[in-house]
């Protein structure tokens, strides 16, 4: 079992930067594969990062150059980075965890976290 709970989230300006942090209960976090996803109000979920458990990343075409996923084994934490912000970015980011990645993807996803709200005013 892991359980993952976000913390960081919260309001900023367009073109400012937030840090989001997951962290993993669990002794095999290491051997799961990571990622981030979001949801706006009237969206359905999407997927935004991915960082597997050799350090492989992915991320959507629209984060590119803006956000970093990075993991901490150590401390079973995983970050989303989020610099130049954009109010397209508002939205209840969610932590997630799986074994599998398809095309960049956790598949499926066998965790999520609570979520926590990134609202970008302009």
């Known amino acids: 079992q892991v359980q993952l709970v976000e913390s960081g989230g919260g309001l900023v300006q367009a073109g400012g930067s937030l840090r989001l942090s997951c962290a993993a209960s669990?002794?095999?976090?290491?051997?799961?594969?990571m990622g981030w996803f979001r949801q706006a109000p009237g969206k359905e979920r999407e997927f935004v990062a991915t960082?597997?458990?050799?350090?492989?990343?992915y991320y959507t075409d629209s984060v590119k150059g803006r956000f970093t996923i990075s993991r901490d084994n150590a401390k079973n934490t995983v970050y989303l980075q989020m610099n130049s912000l954009k109010t397209e970015d508002t939205a209840v980011y969610f932590c997630?965890?799986?074994?599998?990645?398809?095309?960049?993807?956790?598949?499926?996803?066998?965790?999520w976290g609570q979520g926590t709200q990134v609202t970008v005013s302009s």
């Open positions: 960082l597997s458990w050799s350090g492989s990343i």
């Open positions: 669990g002794r095999t976090f290491s051997r799961y594969g």
């Open positions: 997630a965890a799986g074994r599998t990645i398809v095309s960049g993807r956790l598949v499926p996803v066998d965790y």
